[in-house]
T-cell receptor, first 113, second 111 residues
Framework: NAGVTQTPKFQVLKTGQSMTLQCAQDMNHEYMSWYRQDPGMGLRLIHYSVGAGITDQGEVPNGYNVSRSTTEDFPLRLLSAAPSQTSVYFC????????????FGPGTRLLVL | QQQVKQSPQSLIVQKGGIPIINCAYENTAFDYFPWYQQFPGKGPALLIAIRPDVSEKKEGRFTISFNKSAKQFSLHIMDSQPGDSATYFCAASWGYGKLTFGQGTILTVHP
């Protein structure tokens, strides 16, 4: 198993550009989430999904869009990048059963100029 | 309130010392309290977790103490080693795998 994979590892954008951060998992997990990590603020939930076709907003959803057409993939879209979106983005997944371990990807470091 | 407050921000101990990291929460709907360890350039990895009906859980050198009435929980690392140097996050789960994280503690263990 590859676990949770994220691409790209690093990206530089100009203000106003759009891009999609890719996330995939091969563990057949129902739950998937996107977090952003900023210094001194821990990780904050952006969007989450409980299954294919079902998504919902987390704590900081503004400026981000998600969709989930398959169990495996959960892309995060930045529609018009802003400097405030400079951050490290982590995708995570876990099974819906009980309180199983949540697995995090290696992260995407995004710099918006 | 969905916040989880974590302290201290940073911690330096000597090898063999027992660093303690504390967290506090307000929302009584939280039903699962994991601790994550993160090394530079890597994603967080689950270290140990506890449910609110348990007061203490130990796994190897790592122990969680949980005080439900005070809404506080803490991580103790026994016989700390330089390889334990990392950032530690407490978190609280509130349904569908969603996590609210503390601010993080940067732990440095000197040889």
């Amino acid at each position: 198993n590859a676990g949770v994979t994220q691409t790209p590892k690093f990206q530089v954008l100009k203000t106003g550009q759009s891009m999609t951060l890719q996330c995939a998992q091969d563990m057949n997990h129902e739950y998937m989430s996107w977090y952003r990590q900023d210094p001194g603020m821990g990780l904050r939930l952006i969007h989450y999904s409980v299954g294919a076709g079902i998504t919902d907003q987390g704590e900081v959803p503004n400026g981000y869009n998600v969709s989930r057409s398959t169990t495996e993939d959960f892309p995060l879209r930045l529609l018009s990048a802003a400097p405030s979106q400079t951050s490290v983005y982590f995708c995570a997944s876990r099974t819906s059963r009980g309180q199983e371990t949540q697995y995090f990807g290696p992260g995407t470091r995004l710099l918006v100029l | 309130q969905q916040q989880v407050k974590q302290s201290p921000q940073s911690l330096i101990v000597q090898k063999g010392g027992i660093p303690i990291i504390n967290c506090a929460y307000e929302n009584t709907a939280f039903d699962y309290f994991p601790w994550y360890q993160q090394f530079p350039g890597k994603g967080p990895a689950l270290l140990i977790a506890i449910r609110p009906d348990v007061s203490e859980k130990k796994e190897g050198r790592f122990t969680i103490s949980f005080n439900k009435s005070a809404k506080q929980f803490s991580l103790h690392i026994m016989d700390s080693q330089p390889g334990d140097s990392a950032t530690y996050f407490c978190a609280a789960s509130w349904g569908y795998g969603k996590l609210t994280f503390g601010q993080g503690t940067i732990l440095t263990v000197h040889p």
